[in-house]
């Protein structure tokens, strides 16, 4: 799941800002090609508690793994490479779910009101370092100044989004015959991402809340 759907299923466990912040913390990190901060505070320490969770649910949903599937199946079959294939068949349906989402207000507000608080936050944030630290306050700067329209569903921007997520790593950076397949197979996958997407939410909350029961399990074990 990306960024923005990390901020949007956050905030239907917990609508505060600094709990939502921290459920996209771990994908900021990765965006700036640096190790996930220690966080001070509890709600952003449960907000990437949280992150992880539903990245562990949400990899293991059936909905997710078909459409996964059918996409790396296409892609191969279009003339893209098996690294390139699979890192746009995953990060290509998530950015498609990404732009289902933003179209609930609900989701667009908290997410940029975490992004507005990212600068109050980042005194509780331990970065590994000064450059990392301030990347962080530069991309939610640039990410709350682009608003929701950056999460939009047309294939063209978000195969460019790719491209730029993929660049520099030799075994996953699609080449410009690549792209365009990938710009050709979004546009035949969006709208199966469109139908699918309540089925795989209903999937991704169902999964949570098993996980939470566990987790209560465990914490309050049960005596015969």
């Known amino acids: ?8 299923i ?6 505060d800002a600094d709990f939502v912040l921290g459920a996209m913390l771990p994908d900021f990190a990765a965006m700036l ?9 509890e709600p952003l320490r449960a907000g990437l508690s949280f992150h992880h969770d539903t990245d562990a649910v949400f990899h293991d949903c059936p909905t997710f793994g078909a459409l996964n599937l059918t996409g790396l199946r296409e892609l191969r079959a279009g003339g893209v490479g098996r690294g390139p294939a699979r890192a746009a068949a995953h990060l290509g349906t998530e950015l498609l779910l990404d732009a289902v989402l933003a179209d609930q207000d609900a989701y667009r507000r908290c997410y940029l ?11 509780e944030l331990s970065w590994r370092d000064t450059r990392a630290a301030e990347g962080f306050l530069w991309l939610t700067a640039r990410l709350h100044g682009r608003g929701v329209s950056l ?20 075994r996953l950076e699609p080449n410009p015959t690549e792209l365009a397949a990938i710009t050709r197979w979004l546009d035949q996958q969006r709208p199966r991402v469109v139908r699918a997407a309540e089925s795989l939410l209903t999937e991704l909350r169902h999964g949570l809340a098993l996980r939470e029961q566990e987790r209560a399990r465990d914490f309050f074990p049960t005596h015969g």
Do not use: K, W
Not at 10 to 15: F, P, T
Not at 113 to 123: I, K, V, Y
């Open 1 to 8: 799941m990306n960024y923005f759907g990390h901020a949007a």
């Open 10 to 15: 956050a905030s239907e466990r917990r609508r």
């Open 33 to 41: 090609r640096t190790v996930c901060p220690d966080a001070a505070s």
């Open 113 to 123: 009101a975490a992004l507005e608080h990212a600068r109050d936050a980042a005194r």
């Open 151 to 170: 999460h939009e569903g047309d294939p063209e921007r978000i195969a460019q989004r790719l491209a730029r997520a993929l660049e520099g790593r030799p």
